[in-house]
């Protein structure tokens, strides 16, 4: 009784949130039935769904419903979807894709019944069972391993091997057996997926047992440069293998802190360029990899351009930013106060008062976009950049009250427009929205109650409709959906340029 209590609550916290997120406030176990039967499925209220759900309701995409009790090893209701209600029949070119894709999500899971019955009444085409065969490899079923491994010829050509996916997923039982009793044809292969698995147990499995060919192992770093950690990092580089680096895979180690192999690098390739690792680390704030960079490189240019990302603390970008001043002899570019301008006060002082690179109009619409009052502030009293003009009305949708009420008092020159209101209809500024319309004259255009309704801000829509400021429209065709918007209501990063 305690466990169905705290199952069902869970579903209700989770019908509640949903709720909120829709401005809905009332809900019910019978509402919940009906709109969310894939909770019904997902915490096995088999009883609930076919007798109510199913009952009440003529669903039409039952695939999806099938994938949904598939992914949570509910065989009774794939049983019931399948057979009483043909499921299957119902399908269509769309949906088709998903039908296929049950066996390998019943595999990757290692729901060895549920294979079973998809293969005896879904599926039994040879490319659907060795991608499944691949999937349980992965995940170390070896009893479902050796129940598709008998339904796949040894010739097979596989795009990628179930040897190589048992090591890539660290199961070191199932790599085994299948060595033994599919024998691979590409040994070397395996390493190259236990490093992408990060498996240490595995590359030590391999090296144990000679399965690691070191004169013809060649490592493609490009293929790690995303995936490596550095216990793999320190094996790769201390083992007989032969590593093969390129200049781009040298720039994403070194935006991801991995002195060891700029260390590697200088000594064992030193025909692999540098350039562009100093930018790369700065900008990742890998402080210790810049200093190294500094003291062993000589690459340099007279230009860096320096975008400085937005983080929480901006300690460590700050301390970077006064070593570079006092230790390199690079123009940093306009970009690295703009960007500063997103997050950082005091860089933007910095840079200001100690630097010439000075900063461009994207400077105050950051900070203004970012709601940063103080390095607004300190623009508009320090700098005459300005702000980007075909921007405005996006940061005035988007930025606080405090910020509005200052640009109001103190830059009267700004590109105020109808569009000012459209844009805070966006974000739900309704607290901009009463303030522009008491204050200024420009009002909206009728895209503003549009963008009202889009992003569902009722509030704002009946301020618009009680301040004769818009007409009432039909919500039809407008509430969003996710699809087909055709772009009316986004903005991009470029809106901010």
Same mark, same amino acid.
Request: contains cysteine; hydrophobic residues 40%; charged residues 20%.
């Given at each position: 009784?305690?466990?169905?209590?705290?199952?069902?609550?869970?579903?209700?916290?989770? %019908?509640?949130?949903?709720?909120?997120?829709?401005?809905?406030?009332?809900?019910?176990?019978?509402?919940? +039935?009906?709109?969310?039967?894939?909770?019904?499925?997902?915490?096995?209220?088999?009883? #609930?769904?076919?007798?109510?759900?199913?009952? @009440?309701?003529?669903?039409?995409?039952?695939?999806?419903?099938?994938?949904? &009790?598939?992914?949570?090893?509910?065989?009774?209701?794939?049983?019931?979807?399948?057979?009483?209600?043909?499921?299957?029949?119902?399908?269509?070119?769309?949906?088709?894709?998903?039908?296929?894709?049950?066996?390998?999500?019943?595999?990757?899971?290692?729901?060895?019944?549920?294979?079973?019955?998809?293969?005896?009444?879904?599926?039994?085409?040879? /490319?659907?069972?060795?991608?499944?065969?691949?999937? &349980?490899?992965?995940?170390?079923?070896?009893?479902?391993?050796?129940?598709?491994?008998?339904?796949?010829?040894?010739?097979?050509?596989?795009?990628?091997? /179930?040897?190589?996916?048992?090591?890539?997923?660290?199961?070191?039982?199932?790599?085994?057996?299948?060595?033994?009793?599919?024998?691979?044809? +590409?040994?070397?292969?395996?390493?190259?997926?236990?490093? #992408?698995?990060?498996?240490?147990?595995? $590359?030590?499995?391999?090296?144990?047992?000679?399965? $690691?060919?070191?004169?013809?192992?060649? *490592?493609?770093?490009?293929?790690?440069?995303?995936?490596?950690?550095?216990?793999?990092?320190?094996?790769?580089?201390?083992?007989?293998?032969?590593?093969?680096?390129?200049?781009?895979?040298?720039?994403?180690? @070194?935006?991801?802190?991995? %002195?060891? *192999?700029?260390?590697? =690098?200088?000594?064992?390739?030193?025909?692999?360029?540098?350039?562009?690792?100093?930018?790369?680390?700065?900008?990742?704030?890998?402080?210790?990899?810049?200093?190294?960079?500094? =003291?062993?490189?000589?690459?340099?240019?007279?230009?860096?351009?320096?975008?400085?990302?937005?983080?929480?603390?901006?300690?460590?970008?700050?301390?970077?930013?006064?070593?570079?001043?006092?230790?390199?002899?690079?123009? +940093?570019?306009?970009?690295?106060?703009?960007?500063? &301008?997103?997050?950082?006060?005091? %860089?933007?002082?910095?840079?200001?008062?100690?630097?010439?690179?000075?900063?461009?109009?994207?400077?105050?619409?950051?900070?203004?976009? !970012?709601?940063?009052? !103080?390095?607004?502030?300190?623009?508009?009293?320090?700098?005459?950049?300005?702000?980007?003009?075909? &921007?405005?009305?996006?940061?005035?949708?988007?930025?606080?009250?405090?910020?509005?009420?200052?640009?109001?008092?103190?830059?009267?020159?700004?590109?105020?427009?109808?569009?000012?209101?459209?844009?805070?209809?966006?974000?739900?500024?309704?607290?901009?929205?009463?303030?522009?319309?008491?204050?200024?004259? !420009?009002?909206?255009? /009728?895209?503003?109650?549009?963008?009202?309704?889009?992003?569902?801000?009722?509030?704002?829509?009946?301020?618009?409709?009680?301040?004769?400021?818009? #007409? =009432?429209?039909?919500?039809?065709?407008?509430?969003?959906?996710?699809?087909?918007?055709?772009?009316?209501?986004?903005?991009? #990063?470029?809106?901010?340029?």
């Amino acid at each position: 009784m305690y466990t169905y209590v705290v199952i069902r609550n869970q579903i209700f916290k989770s %019908i509640k949130r949903l709720h909120d997120s829709l401005a809905v406030y009332s809900y019910s176990w019978s509402e919940m +039935i009906n709109a969310q039967p894939d909770l019904l499925i997902q915490y096995n209220y088999e009883h #609930e769904f076919v007798n109510h759900y199913m009952q @009440s309701e003529q669903p039409k995409n039952l695939v999806r419903l099938v994938t949904s &009790a598939v992914r949570s090893n509910r065989l009774s209701i794939v049983q019931y979807l399948i057979e009483q209600k043909d499921a299957i029949a119902n399908t269509d070119s769309r949906s088709n894709y998903s039908v296929m894709s049950w066996l390998s999500i019943a595999a990757k899971r290692g729901y060895y019944d549920m294979v079973i019955y998809i293969l005896k009444t879904v599926t039994n085409t040879l /490319p659907n069972i060795a991608d499944a065969l691949v999937e &349980a490899s992965e995940g170390g079923h070896l009893q479902l391993v050796k129940y598709l491994s008998d339904l796949v010829s040894l010739d097979y050509e596989f795009n990628r091997s /179930p040897a190589d996916a048992a090591a890539k997923g660290g199961h070191i039982e199932t790599l085994e057996w299948l060595i033994v009793n599919r024998k691979p044809a +590409i040994v070397n292969s395996l390493v190259d997926n236990a490093l #992408e698995g990060q498996k240490m147990n595995v $590359i030590h499995w391999l090296d144990a047992n000679g399965y $690691i060919d070191y004169q013809n192992q060649t *490592i493609e770093m490009d293929k790690f440069k995303y995936s490596m950690n550095h216990e793999t990092m320190n094996w790769l580089l201390n083992s007989k293998c032969k590593i093969h680096l390129t200049n781009l895979a040298l720039q994403t180690f @070194s935006s991801r802190g991995f %002195i060891e *192999i700029l260390e590697w =690098a200088k000594t064992n390739s030193p025909s692999t360029s540098m350039a562009g690792c100093f930018i790369s680390a700065f900008k990742a704030y890998q402080f210790e990899v810049v200093k190294w960079l500094h =003291a062993n490189s000589t690459v340099q240019s007279s230009t860096i351009y320096l975008h400085l990302p937005k983080v929480q603390d901006d300690t460590l970008p700050m301390e970077m930013v006064k070593w570079f001043h006092a230790n390199r002899t690079e123009l +940093i570019g306009a970009e690295a106060m703009d960007s500063a &301008a997103c997050f950082s006060l005091d %860089i933007v002082k910095f840079l200001h008062q100690n630097r010439t690179e000075g900063c461009t109009r994207r400077a105050m619409t950051y900070a203004g976009k !970012e709601r940063q009052f !103080e390095i607004f502030r300190f623009l508009h009293e320090n700098r005459t950049e300005g702000m980007s003009w075909s &921007a405005f009305h996006h940061v005035i949708g988007h930025t606080t009250l405090e910020i509005v009420k200052f640009i109001h008092e103190n830059r009267p020159n700004e590109n105020w427009s109808a569009r000012c209101i459209d844009n805070a209809c966006k974000y739900g500024r309704l607290e901009v929205i009463q303030f522009l319309h008491q204050n200024r004259f !420009e009002r909206c255009t /009728p895209q503003a109650i549009r963008n009202a309704i889009y992003f569902q801000h009722r509030d704002i829509e009946n301020y618009l409709i009680q301040n004769n400021l818009c #007409e =009432a429209v039909d919500h039809k065709g407008i509430e969003s959906d996710g699809e087909n918007s055709n772009g009316e209501f986004e903005d991009t #990063e470029e809106s901010f340029d």
